[in-house]
């Protein structure tokens, strides 16, 4: 066990035919599904500004272990029938297991700028300490910018196969990821742009360059919520 809590990264495309099915069994089905298993903190779901991938969502967990515990296991063994129909549509999917190494600052930020590298080796604690006291912090004291995480793949990871992945086709991994949130799609995007900041988040996982992708917020959901609304109504 890991005091550090779990994450569940996820990068993906969706058929353009099938978008706006997506959206709603997102919104209406999927969403309220995951947070519902115990030990999820809250999902965040984030859309493309710049990037390879449409889509950006993350789930924190109390600990990485809740991302394969019986209940989570059961659900990704058991999709509904509108799971199965939207899982055909998923492309391009990028999902991993982290643990949150890493994190500076306070307020939740509307966008995020990620860092993504895909690697065979993790980073070590040196580097992710040298990360931390180094270009993190420097890019808190950077204008609009509110928040800094380092999520490192955990050594364990939900089964490569599951009735989902039989649908939407097997996933990619990353070995690391930097996300920094911003209060302006403005400073993101600075960020995102300058290439002294790259080479320093680089050195992370030294001959890896990250790939880089700036997101705006879409919604959350914690469990909060949902008994807050079913309350009610």
């Known amino acids: 066990m890991t005091n550090h809590p779990g994450i569940l990264a996820l990068w993906n495309d969706c058929a353009p035919d099938g978008e706006a099915e997506y959206e709603r069994w997102y919104m209406a089905q999927h969403l309220p599904e995951r947070i519902g298993v115990p030990g ?21 967990t109390d600990t990485p272990d809740v991302l394969w515990s019986e209940r989570y296991l059961e659900r990704l063994a058991n999709p509904t029938d509108w799971t199965q129909r939207v899982m055909l549509d998923f492309q391009n999917t990028i999902r991993t297991v982290c643990r949150k190494a890493v994190s500076i600052g306070g307020a939740l930020g509307g966008h995020a700028v990620t860092f993504r590298f895909m690697d ?21 004291e950077r204008d609009g910018i509110c928040h800094a995480h380092l999520w490192i793949a955990a050594a364990e990871q939900t089964p490569a196969k599951t009735a989902e992945t039989d649908l939407r086709g097997e996933d990619e991994l990353v070995s690391s990821a930097v996300i ?54």
């Not at 065979?120 to 808190?140: K, Q, W, Y």
Request: proline share 4%.
């Open 40 to 60: 999820f903190r809250f999902g965040r779901r984030y859309r493309r500004i710049e990037g390879d991938r449409k889509y950006f969502s993350f789930y924190e």
């Open 180 to 233: 920094v949130e911003t209060t302006s799609v403005e400073a993101a995007l600075a960020l995102a742009h300058d290439v002294a900041v790259i080479e320093r988040v680089a050195a992370l996982q030294p001959g890896c360059a990250p790939t880089v992708g700036v997101y705006a917020l879409m919604c959350i959901l914690s469990p909060d919520m949902i008994q807050s609304g079913a309350a009610g109504g």
């Open 120 to 140: 065979d080796e993790v980073p070590s604690v040196a580097c992710a300490a040298d990360l931390e006291g180094g270009i993190l912090a420097e890019i808190l």
